[in-house]
Each structure stands twice: as structure tokens, then as C-alpha cells.
């Protein structure tokens, strides 16, 4: 019985760190955007950008401006970087 209590809180402790783990991930997407395009790995940058972006970060929403406007790991898209300078914009932010 023991034995079967410990390997129960094992399972629970490990279910605590993966959940943890999970969160600080999602945290550091914001940073993650900002690492990459300085790597010029534009393509994990886009990746996270886009997740920040989503979740409202001004920096990850100009940077995503300047990719679609230059046409860096995305398709050129005009309207798309128009929008995305935009609401960074509002939120009193800009790369150039």
C-alpha cells in the first residue's frame, strides 16, 4: 500500500511540474521573439512572434510588421504589416 501511495504522489508531483513548465513557456514567448529576430532566425521568430503578437505584445506585433512588409519568412503582405504597424503603434510602439 505503500508502495502504491508513493508512485500515486510521484504521478501528482510530476503533473505539478509539467503544468509549471507549460506556463513558463508561455511566458517567455515575448523574449523568445525578440532572441530570435536578433539571430536573424527568422523562422523560429516568426513562430513565436506570431504566438506574442496574439497575445498582445507591441514588440512581437512590430516585428511581425516588419516581416510581412520585407517579405522575411513571410509572404509580402501588405495589409498584414499595415495592421500589425499599426496596433504596435497604438500601444505607443515601433521598430524601424
Partial sequence: MA?????KLKLIASSFVI???AS???ADEPEACEQ???AWNLERAFEYCS???????AWAKSAL??????GRFANPNNQNAVRLS???????????
Fill in 3 to 7: 508502495v502504491a501511495l508513493r508512485m
Fill in 19 to 21: 503544468l509549471a513548465s
Fill in 24 to 26: 513558463v513557456a508561455f
Fill in 36 to 38: 530570435y529576430c536578433s
Fill in 51 to 57: 504566438k506574442s503578437a496574439d497575445s498582445g505584445d
Fill in 65 to 70: 510588421g516588419l516581416m510581412y512588409r520585407n
Fill in 86 to 96: 499599426e496596433a504596435a503603434a497604438r500601444q505607443s510602439f515601433y521598430l524601424r
